[in-house]
């Protein structure tokens, strides 16, 4: 019997981490209705989970009919609030271009972001 474990993002820097012992041929879809309660999804969020292909073993995408092998780490993930890209312009207009970035302690009298 494989022991799985199965980590779920509730919510920002909230992460449910249970160890699950499943059958030989269970599939991630199988864990997930098996602990449906304890990761704190019902029914609608679990199929949104599904159909968005928010389903990853080790940080990788995976279909829910995979099957779990021991020592997988089966991951469910939460859906993107805000573009990473548009979220990086706003923290650099926020933050200014002296300040923002890699180059933030660069030489003196270069160019900002160089």
Do not use: S
């Not at 780490?73 to 312009?89: H, M, N, S």
Request: with cysteine.
């Amino acid at each position: 019997m494989p022991e799985i474990t199965v980590v779920c993002a509730t919510g920002p820097r909230q992460v449910v981490e249970l160890l699950h012992t499943a059958a030989a041929d269970t599939t991630a879809l199988d864990v997930l209705l098996a602990l449906m309660q304890p990761l704190g999804l019902d029914a609608t969020a679990l199929q949104a989970v599904v159909n968005d292909g928010r389903i990853g073993v080790w940080g990788k995408p995976v279909p829910a009919d995979r099957v779990l092998v021991e020592g997988d780490r089966l991951e469910v993930y939460r859906p993107l609030t805000v573009d990473p890209k548009v979220a990086r312009r706003a923290r650099f207009v926020r933050q200014g271009a002296k300040t923002a970035g890699l180059f933030a302690k660069k030489r003196p009298g270069a160019k900002a972001g160089y």
